[in-house]
């Protein structure tokens, strides 16, 4: 499988980083709407990202969910039919959630910098530096180390969790839902 090493960082704004990013960057400005379908997968995680009505792409990936640089190992298979596979693979496996994004994308060198406004979340920066066959981690993460210096991103603003995770985390639970606090009411004598 492809490999490339991750960073994801909630940032202030797309706005403020933008420049920044331009003034360092070989190639983009280049903007993409995602809309990001989930489904039910034991040994990672599998999405179907849409860009339109007739492209898209199934992506396999497998991270850990750790803060800073981290290994991502994936699979991209394209498709001219994305609504067609996401109703097929839904029945198949079931959904997990949705992430829907614009996307700005700039490439420097082998990584591409993504500056995200997330749905329902807010503004992030992510990074993937792109790994060869034979190169090893730690020569990416190096990459992705210069990078984050370079865009002064600090350690707080690291995520270890993808999109899908925060979205579920601002979300109450079914239970809170169902059964919401009593705790503003007197009980009746």
Known sequence: MARNIEIKARIASVAALLPLVA???DQGPFTL?????FFQCPNGRLKLRA???????????QRPDQTGPK??????SPTDAPASLRDALT????????????????????TRI????????????ELEV??????????????ADGLIAALDIRPEQLLATAYLDLLAEDRPSEDSVANPSRDDETPSA
């Open 130 to 143: 792109v790994l060869n066959d034979a190169e090893s981690e730690a020569a990416g993460r190096a990459v």
């Open 51 to 61: 860009f339109s009505d007739n492209s898209g792409e199934l992506i396999f990936y």
């Open 71 to 76: 290994t991502s190992f994936y699979r991209i």
């Open 114 to 125: 993504h500056l995200d406004q997330v749905e329902g979340l807010g503004d992030f920066l």
């Open 23 to 25: 003034g360092i960057a």
């Open 91 to 110: 029945l198949a496996y079931g959904t997990i959630g949705r992430v829907r994004k614009q996307r700005t994308l700039f490439l420097v060198g082998r």
């Open 33 to 37: 709407t995602q809309d990001d379908t």
